[in-house]
């Protein structure tokens, strides 16, 4: 594809062609954003974008539904799509351009060098969902490289994931930014997820639970309680009269996600059960004031 078509339509499939229209935007000095997404974007993916424009000059945003985060028994081939729309939403939102590979752009060949994550990513979201971080961090990875972005945005959602790409940055010395903008929700406290498209009714008003469990918990430590178990103990409540099945509850700390005995302000409660088939995740610090 040409480079005019490229700015004619603001679609890019190829990786040279991303990885041209990056370098001239570097040379002539200008800062670039990077969205990744998998796409069937909702409120909080545009809120990135928002964030994105605030730190630069241009806006990227990637759409890609990665193969290598999805086990064997997961959703890879029901999960949402709608490139068409997506395109459209991001054109209204002030994306400049979206990146959409193929498959066999991303993953010429069967991939043998990954991104391991290490014991930080074998907990919480890990036990359940084993070799996702490795999926997750290899293609951002490889999106880095490709994009050439300044600064790259995350959502806060998916907090155990926006932890290890920092980490990832850090201990590779990658040269990108990594911003983690806060959770969007619906005006009812539900987190906004692609996957919420699998919520029928019923489902959609027990996956509040979450929300809810995590409000109680915040408002047991407000009133005093500082005891983790004790914490844990309420939220599981609320998760269980609702009929969620609750994956995991815990209270970390949030410069290590590892599990505290007495929570802090800053302690972070993390959350992730099923409602129904739909596997969904929240969480919140435990200080109202508290944004990480």
């Not at 424009?53 to 086990?71: C, H, K, T, W, Y």
């Not at 939403?89 to 066999?104: C, H, I, N, Q, Y």
């Not at 509040?208 to 809810?212: E, G, K, Y």
């Given at each position: 594809?040409?480079?005019?078509?490229?700015?004619?339509?603001?679609?890019?499939?190829?990786?040279?062609?991303?990885?041209?229209?990056?370098?001239?935007?570097?040379?002539?000095?200008?800062?670039?954003?990077?969205?990744?997404?998998?796409?069937?974007?909702?409120?909080?993916?545009?809120?990135?974008?928002?964030?994105?424009?605030?730190?630069?000059?241009?806006?990227?945003?990637?759409?890609?539904?990665?193969?290598?985060?999805?086990?064997?028994?997961?959703?890879?081939?029901?999960?949402?799509?709608?490139?068409?729309?997506?395109?459209?939403?991001?054109?209204?939102?002030?994306?400049?351009?979206?990146?959409?590979?193929?498959?066999?752009?991303?993953?010429?060949?069967?991939?043998?060098?990954?991104?391991?994550?290490?014991?930080?990513?074998?907990?919480?979201?890990?036990v359940s969902r084993p070799g996702h971080f490795r999926g997750v961090l290899t293609v951002v990875l490889k999106l880095f490289e490709i994009v050439q972005p300044h600064v790259a945005v995350f959502g806060r959602k998916d907090f155990q994931q926006a932890f290890l790409i920092r980490r990832m940055v850090e201990e590779l010395a990658v040269p990108v930014e990594v911003d983690v903008a806060p959770i969007v929700r619906e005006p009812d406290g539900l987190a906004l997820s692609s996957r919420n498209a699998y919520l029928d009714p019923a489902d959609r008003d027990r996956a509040?639970?979450?929300?809810?469990a995590i409000a109680t918990v915040r408002e047991a430590y407000a009133a005093g309680e500082t005891t983790a178990a004790s914490l844990i103990a309420r939220g599981s409540e609320v998760l269980e009269a609702a009929g969620a099945e609750t994956d995991y509850l815990e209270i970390v700390g949030p410069g290590d996600l590892e599990p505290v005995e007495r929570a802090s302000g800053d302690s972070v409660l993390l959350v992730a059960a099923r409602v129904g088939s739909t596997r969904l995740i929240d969480n919140g610090t435990l200080g109202y004031d508290v944004e990480l």
């Open positions: 594809m040409a480079t005019e078509s490229v700015e004619a339509s603001g679609l890019i499939r190829g990786v040279e062609e991303m990885r041209r229209w990056s370098g001239q935007r570097r040379r002539a000095g200008q800062r670039i954003g990077f969205v990744p997404t998998m796409g069937y974007l909702h409120e909080g993916h545009l809120s990135l974008v928002d964030r994105a424009r605030e730190a630069a000059d241009l806006v990227v945003m990637s759409i890609f539904v990665n193969p290598a985060q999805f086990g064997p028994d997961e959703d890879l081939d029901n999960y949402p799509r709608d490139l068409e729309r997506d395109l459209s939403l991001a054109a209204e939102r002030g994306v400049d351009v979206v990146f959409a590979p193929a498959t066999s752009q991303m993953y010429a060949r069967a991939q043998t060098i990954w991104v391991e994550p290490g014991a930080l990513g074998q907990r919480l979201c890990g509040l639970s979450l929300a809810r």
